[in-house]
């Protein structure tokens, strides 16, 4: 069974910083793509960033120049260093991947997981 889990998230004053990490687990031949999602109270889930498996990243406007989406391909993780945070960036954030699995490679599929979130809150 693939999994994403996610860890880092808390309370953060605003102007403060935090580091989420998210490891991807179980029986995975390749990842195309890694990023984080995040949905505010009341809001629809919306894209925070993303890194495909070349280093090629993308980034949501209200996020750019604060956040970072960095990669580790070798032990299949991913990271969001948010720096600057304001209490609009509070949500649950969640990690997303694109990747290729199955019990052996040539018939094996691609699926999209997610994982469980993490509460990012930032308030005075």
């Known amino acids: 069974q693939v999994q994403l889990v996610e860890s880092g998230g808390g309370l953060v004053q605003p102007g403060g910083s935090l580091r989420l990490s998210c490891a991807a687990s179980?029986?995975?031949?390749?990842?195309?793509?890694m990023g984080w999602y995040r949905q505010a109270p009341g809001k629809e889930r919306e894209l925070v960033a993303t890194?495909?498996?070349?280093?090629?990243?993308n980034y949501a406007d209200s996020v750019q120049g604060r956040f970072t989406i960095l990669s580790d391909n070798a032990k299949r993780m991913v990271f969001l260093q948010m720096n600057s945070l304001k209490p609009e960036d509070t949500a649950v954030y969640y990690c997303?991947?694109?990747?290729?699995?199955?019990?052996?490679?040539?018939?094996?599929?691609?699926?999209?997981?997610w994982g469980q979130g993490t509460l990012v809150t930032v308030s005075s």
């Open positions: 890194i495909t498996s070349s280093g090629s990243t």
């Open positions: 179980g029986r995975i031949f390749s990842i195309n793509h």
């Open positions: 997303n991947a694109e990747l290729y699995s199955g019990r052996y490679y040539s018939t094996g599929w691609y699926l999209e997981v």
